[in-house]
């Protein structure tokens, strides 16, 4: 059985610590910080963390992981599929990055017009307008009868959105867009 360490959380925003101090070093607030023990978590209580399926806690070596197994996913952009190694992983965090005004939201607003001819896929806006979009869309004349749509920012609300919805690909554009409820700043 393993020994539960102590932690100090802030009664203000939740932060942890693991040493006390007078004040938060997240929030800034004196004196709030409590003492609690910190259990490690049972087998029974083990839930797979983020969407690729890996289950938290899980040690292997590196050799006994069978990286064939990972079919990658044309994206249907012959270009991009090189860049990426072949398409896209299963369960993986592709992230796109450029200045302003290249192409990125272009790009992929394309790649989900092909996707979502054959797949289940769901474009999330943090930035442009349905109506944007939607423009983009006839401009470069793409196919919108399947590309499905979510103007949106709030991380909580565009996770219950996909649980419902259950994409094989989802976009979100632009990430530095989306913030959380559970974080304070």
Known sequence: ?????????????????????????????????????????????????????????????????????????SCGNGELDRVLGGGLVQGSVTLIGGDPGIGKSTLLLQVQAVLAQRDRTLYVSGEESPQQISLRAQRLQLSRDRLRLLPEINVERILATAEIEQPRVMVIDSIQTVYTERLQS
């Open 1 to 73: 059985m393993s020994k539960a360490r102590t932690i100090y959380v802030c009664a203000e925003c939740g932060a942890q610590a693991s040493k006390w101090s007078g004040q938060c070093g997240d929030c800034g607030a004196w004196n709030t910080l409590q003492e609690t023990v910190a259990t490690p978590p049972t087998k029974a209580g083990m839930k797979p963390v983020g969407y690729a399926g890996a289950t938290a806690g899980e040690v292997r070596n590196l050799a006994e992981v069978d990286a064939a197994a990972e079919i990658r996913q």
